[in-house]
C-alpha cells in the first residue's frame, strides 16, 4: 500500500500540525504524585515521543494534553492559546487510542464523518472529506465495513483517519502499533512517518518500545517516574546518553566499574574481542556464555564478574572467540565508552 | 468427528456407543425435572385454560365474548397494558443514570451502589410494598415532611391511584433493567466516551450517537423483562393502586374466590398468557433465549479515570437519585418498625420493641414464620436437585435439543405466579394438598427449580470442558472426576442457586394465597392479609426481620462472591 500524495519539498513545508507547550505541570492521584512538575515544548510539524516503563507518566501527560486528566497545576497551551480548562471537545486535537476506539455501531464512513458532523460540516463537504482521508490511508473500499469486520491493520488506519478528518491542530496516539504484529507495525510505521512528514502533522506519541520511538521520532522524551530524564534527538540520545538509566533504555548498553565512583558504558557494536582488541584499548578477561549468529554478525554473550557482556562482532569471527566455555578478552576502545557517575 | 474418514472402523464403533450411552445418561439426568414441569406446570395450567373454551359444559367462547363485551373487563385489559408499558418507560428511564453511575465509580462506591440496588430485588415485593404503604401514607414521613416544609397544604395522595401504582411496581421491577444495563456499560470501551468527546461530540450527542445505540440491546432485553413480570402482577397494585387502577392478574383472582367463575377467569388467564408469550417470542427473535441463562456478562472493561462531561455529572446527580429512590423506603421502615404507635409513624415519638414483641409472641406469626421456613427447606431441596440435575443433563445434549429444553425449563419463571397458583389450586385442591402444604411446595418448587436450573447451566458453560476430559484421561472414573473436579467447581454456583431457591420460596405471596389455608399460611400471605385488610403494624417488623435476614443472606453472598474473586 503506498500512500499517494503531494510531497512538498522541505523549505516549501506547510505545516497542518501547531506547537504545543506545557508548563509547570502537577498531578496527583490522593497521595501519589503521578507527574511533579513537567514543561515541555513541541514544536510544528514535530514527532514527538513520550517514552517510558509503564507508571512513568507517559500516559498521563498525553491525557493532560488531550484534556482527559485536568493538572493541578501548570498550563497547556496549544498554538499560543491556553486550553487547560478548555473541554475536550473543543480543543481540536485528533486522538488515535490503544484499542482505536472505533464505534463498533458505526461503518467506517460514518467513524470517519463522526467529527464532522459534530461540527455540522454540510453532507457534501463531509462526502468529500471523508472520501479523501480515506483514500491518504487507502481505506476507500472498505468504507462500508462495521470495524470488526476489519483486521487489525485496517482498523487502525480508520482511526487514523478519524482523527485527521478534521484537520486537528495536533494529533496524539497512544501506544497506537501495541496490538500489531510486528511485520505490519514495520509498515504502518512507514506510513505513519510518510504521513507526518508530506502533511506536516504535530504528533504526539506515547509508547514504551524504545526501537519504535527510534524508528519514528524527531524528538524523544524520556520519562521515569513522572519526570524528563533527557530530551532530544534519537542520535543524541543515542549516542550522549546523559545517565545510565538512558544509555540502558535506548538501546543495549554494557556497563562496567570505571573506578573513581565512575562506571563505564559501551554498546555491544563498540565491543571488541581477542585478536580485535589494540594495544590501547581497555582490556578485561572474561567467559563466553553463549554466542548466536544473527547474519549482520555474531552476538556474543560474555560473562564477566556477574555480569553478562554483550558483543557484536563481526561475521568473520573466529570459531575460538565463539566457543562457550572458552575464556576470551575483549574491551574497548577508550573514546567508544560513555562516562557516567556511579549511582 | 462424524465426518472424519473412518481409518479405524473400531475406535468409531466404540466411540459411538459411548456418546449413545451418554445421551442416554443424559436424559435420564433431566428427565425428573421434564416429568415435574409437566406435571405441576404445564398440565394444570392447560386443563385451567381449557375452562376458557367451555360454557355450561359446552364447548363455546362464550366467555371471551364476555371479555370483550363488558365495559369493565375491557378497561381493566387496557389498564393493565398501559399501566405494564408506563412502568417499562419508567424502568428505563430511571435506570440510564443510575447504571451509568454504577459502571463508572470506584470498585468500592460501586459495592455500596450494588448493595441499594439487590437489597430491594431481593427483599420481597411485599416487603417493599409495605415499606412504601408506609412511608406514603396520609400521616406517612413523606407527607409530614412536605407539609413542615411547607411545599403542600394539605398531604398529597400517594397511594390508592395512579402514582402508587407507578411508584410501587417501577420500584419493584427496575432492576431487571438496571442489571443488564449496568453489564452494558461495564461491556462498553471506555475509550469510546473519550473518543466521542475528542471528536467534538458533547453530552448529548455521546448519549445519542453512542452510549444509547451501545446499551439498547441491553435496555431492550430489560425493558421485556418488566413488561412480562408488569403485565401479571398482582400484589403491588392490589395494594398501592385504587379501583381504577385494577389490573387483569387481580381481576382473575376476583372471579376465582368472589365470583367462582372459573370461566371467565380461564379466559383472563388466556389474554394474560398470550401477553407474557408474545413478550417471550420477542425475547427470544431479539436476543435469543439463551440471553436470559448467560446472565451479566461482565466483560470489566478498563475503568477510565476521565473527566465526566456536564451531562455525566448531571447523570451522577440523577444516579444518586435513583439509588436513593430504591434504597430509602427499606431505610426508613427499619426506625418505623421500633415505634410503639397503633399507627406507622416517622420519626416514630417513642421507641420500643412493642410489635417485635407482638410477632414473637402472637402464635399466628410464629407459625406463619414456621410455615415459610419449612415450605421454604423443602423447596430449596427438590428445586435444587431437580435444577442441578437437569443442568447436567441438558449440558451433554445435542445444541437442538439444548435449545428447546432451556426454553422450557425458562417458561415456568416467565408465567406470572398468579397464573400457576391459580391453576395448581385448581387441580390440587380436590385432593386436600392445599391444607397439608402439599400444594404449595409444589408451586414453589415449580418458580425456584428454573433459577436453579440457570445457575448451574451458565456455570457449566464457563467450566472449561477439558478439565472433564483430563480428569477423566488422568483415569478418574466420573463419580470420582465429578466429586473432585466439577462438584469444586460448581460449588459456589450450587450455593448461588440454592439460596436463590430458598429466597423465590420464602419471598413468594401470590401462590401462597391460593395453595396454602388459614391454618397452613406462610408468613408472606399472613402480612398480605395484615396490608390488605387493617394496616397491622406488626407487618413492619415482620418486614424487618425479612430485610435483615436478606441483608446477612447478600452480605454473605458478596463475602463469598469477593473471595471467589481473590482466588483467582
Not at chain 1, 41 to 51: D, S, Y
Not at chain 2, 519 to 542: C, Q, W
Not at chain 2, 553 to 566: C, E, H, P, Q, T
Request: net charge positive.
Amino acid at each position: 500500500m503506498n500512500i499517494a500524495i503531494n510531497a512538498c519539498s522541505p523549505d516549501s513545508r506547510q505545516y497542518l500540525g501547531q506547537n504545543v507547550v506545557l508548563s509547570g505541570i502537577h498531578k496527583a492521584y490522593g497521595p501519589t504524585v503521578a507527574l511533579p512538575n513537567v514543561s515541555l515544548n513541541v514544536e510544528r510539524g514535530q514527532f514527538c515521543t513520550l517514552l517510558g516503563a509503564s507508571g512513568s507518566g507517559k500516559t498521563t501527560l498525553l491525557k493532560i494534553i488531550a484534556g482527559f486528566e485536568k493538572p493541578d497545576a501548570g498550563t497547556v497551551k496549544i498554538a499560543g492559546r491556553d486550553v487547560t480548562h478548555t473541554p475536550i471537545a473543543d480543543r481540536n486535537i485528533g486522538m488515535v487510542f490503544q484499542n482505536y476506539a472505533l464505534f463498533p455501531h458505526m461503518s467506517v464512513f460514518d467513524n470517519v464523518s463522526f467529527p464532522l458532523r459534530m461540527r455540522k460540516v454540510g453532507s457534501d463537504e463531509i462526502k468529500k472529506r471523508v472520501n479523501e482521508t480515506l483514500d491518504l490511508v487507502s481505506m476507500t473500499k472498505l468504507a462500508t465495513r462495521l470495524p470488526r469486520e476489519l483486521s487489525g491493520g485496517q482498523q487502525q488506519r480508520a482511526a487514523l483517519a478519524r482523527a485527521l478528518v478534521f484537520t486537528p491542530d495536533i494529533l496524539l496516539m497512544d501506544e497506537p502499533l501495541g496490538a500489531l504484529d510486528k511485520n505490519l507495525r514495520q509498515t504502518i510505521q512507514l506510513q505513519l512517518k510518510k504521513l507526518h512528514h508530506d502533511l506536516g502533522l504535530t504528533i504526539v506519541f506515547v509508547t514504551h518500545d524504545q526501537e519504535e520511538a527510534m524508528h519514528l521520532s524527531d524528538h524523544i522524551v524520556i520519562l521515569d517516574r513522572g519526570t524528563i530524564i533527557q530530551q532530544g534527538l534519537p542520535e543524541d540520545l543515542y549516542r550522549k546518553p546523559s545517565s545510565e538509566f538512558v544509555a540502558g533504555f535506548l538501546g543495549e548498553c554494557n556497563f562496567v566499574s570505571g573506578g573513581d565512583r565512575k562506571t563505564l558504558g559501551v554498546r555491544p557494536d563498540k565491543v571488541r574481542l581477542a585478536t580485535h582488541l589494540a594495544e590501547s584499548d581497555i582490556r578485561y578477561e572474561g567467559r563466553i556464555l553463549m554466542s548466536t549468529f544473527s547474519g549482520l554478525h555474531w552476538k556474543v554473550f560474555i560473562e564477566y564478574q556477574d555480569k553478562t557482556i554483550v558483543a557484536y562482532a563481526p561475521g568473520d569471527l573466529s570459531e575460538a572467540a565463539r566457543t562457550p566455555g572458552a575464556a576470551l578478552s575483549w574491551g574497548f576502545r577508550r573514546q567508544d565508552a560513555m562516562e557516567f557517575a556511579a549511582a | 468427528m462424524s465426518t472424519a474418514v473412518p481409518l479405524m472402523p473400531a475406535p468409531t464403533a466404540v466411540m459411538r456407543a459411548r456418546r449413545h450411552s451418554r445421551n442416554k445418561m443424559a436424559v435420564l439426568a433431566a428427565l425428573p425435572l421434564i416429568v415435574f414441569l409437566l406435571l405441576f406446570f404445564i398440565g394444570p395450567i392447560a386443563s385451567f385454560l381449557r375452562e376458557a373454551f367451555y360454557a355450561d359444559d359446552q364447548l363455546s367462547l362464550a366467555n371471551f365474548q364476555h371479555l370483550v363485551n363488558t365495559p369493565i373487563y375491557r378497561i381493566v385489559l387496557v389498564n393493565t397494558l398501559t399501566i405494564a408499558a408506563a412502568v417499562t418507560v419508567a424502568c428505563v428511564v430511571i435506570s440510564y443514570p443510575l447504571a451509568y453511575l454504577m459502571a463508572t465509580v470506584g470498585p468500592r462506591v460501586a459495592q455500596i451502589l450494588f448493595f441499594a440496588v439487590l437489597l430491594p430485588f431481593w427483599s420481597s415485593a411485599l416487603v417493599r410494598t409495605t415499606a412504601w404503604i408506609a412511608l406514603l401514607g396520609k400521616n406517612g414521613p413523606l407527607n409530614a415532611l412536605l407539609t413542615t416544609v411547607g411545599v403542600v397544604d394539605e398531604p398529597i395522595a400517594f397511594l390508592y391511584n395512579f402514582t402508587g401504582v407507578m411508584i410501587g411496581m417501577t420500584h419493584v421491577l427496575m432492576p431487571f433493567v438496571v442489571l443488564p444495563l449496568y453489564a452494558a456499560f461495564r461491556g462498553m470501551d471506555g475509550a469510546l466516551t473519550q473518543a466521542a468527546q475528542s471528536l467534538g461530540a458533547r453530552s448529548l450527542s455521546i448519549f445519542r450517537h453512542v452510549v444509547l445505540p451501545l446499551t439498547s440491546p441491553g435496555v431492550v432485553a430489560g425493558a421485556i423483562i418488566v413488561f412480562m413480570n408488569a403485565v401479571g402482577y398482582y400484589i403491588t397494585p392490589s395494594l398501592m393502586g385504587g379501583p381504577a387502577q385494577r389490573m387483569v392478574a387481580e381481576l382473575i383472582s376476583d372471579n376465582i374466590t368472589k365470583e367462582l367463575n372459573w370461566g371467565l377467569a380461564a379466559a383472563l388467564a388466556s389474554v394474560l398468557l398470550l401477553a407474557v408469550i408474545l413478550s417471550l417470542w420477542l425475547f427470544n427473535r431479539l436476543f435469543g433465549l439463551d440471553k436470559l441463562i448467560s446472565g451479566t456478562s461482565d466483560k470489566g472493561s478498563t475503568a477510565v479515570s476521565a473527566q465526566r462531561t456536564p451531562g455525566g455529572r448531571l447523570s451522577v446527580v440523577a444516579g444518586i437519585c435513583a439509588a436513593v429512590f430504591l434504597i430509602l423506603p427499606i431505610i426508613v421502615v427499619v426506625p418505623m418498625s421500633f415505634g410503639t404507635s397503633e399507627f406507622p409513624i416517622f420519626p416514630p415519638p417513642e421507641y420500643g420493641l412493642r410489635w417485635y414483641t407482638n410477632f414473637l409472641e402472637d402464635s399466628k406469626w410464629v407459625n406463619a414464620l414456621w410455615s415459610s421456613l419449612k415450605v421454604g427447606l423443602i423447596v430449596t431441596v427438590f428445586a435444587t436437585v431437580l435444577g442441578t440435575t437437569a443442568a447436567l443433563g441438558v449440558e451433554k445434549m445435542s445444541s437442538r435439543r439444548k435449545t428447546w429444553l432451556d426454553a422450557f425449563f425458562i417458561v415456568p419463571m416467565s408465567v406470572p405466579a398468579i397464573l400457576t397458583g391459580v391453576a395448581l389450586f385448581y387441580l390440587t385442591a380436590p385432593w386436600g394438598a392445599v391444607s397439608n402444604s402439599v400444594a404449595v411446595v409444589i408451586g414453589h418448587t415449580v418458580l425456584a427449580a428454573p433459577y436453579v436450573y440457570i445457575t448451574i447451566r451458565a456455570a457449566l458453560r464457563s467450566l472449561d470442558t477439558n478439565l472433564e476430559l483430563a480428569a477423566l484421561g488422568l483415569g478418574a472414573s466420573w463419580p470420582t472426576m465429578f466429586r473432585l473436579v466439577m462438584l469444586p467447581a460448581l460449588l459456589p454456583s450450587l450455593i448461588g442457586g440454592a439460596v436463590f431457591a430458598f429466597v423465590t420460596s420464602f419471598d413468594d405471596v401470590v401462590m401462597a394465597l391460593f395453595l396454602t389455608t388459614v391454618r397452613n399460611r406462610t408468613l408472606p400471605k399472613l402480612m398480605y392479609e395484615g396490608i390488605a385488610h387493617d394496616f397491622d403494624p406488626t407487618v413492619i417488623s415482620a418486614s424487618c426481620i425479612l430485610i435483615a435476614a436478606t441483608a446477612l443472606i447478600l452480605l454473605g453472598r458478596l463475602a463469598f462472591g469477593n473471595k471467589k474473586v481473590s482466588t483467582k
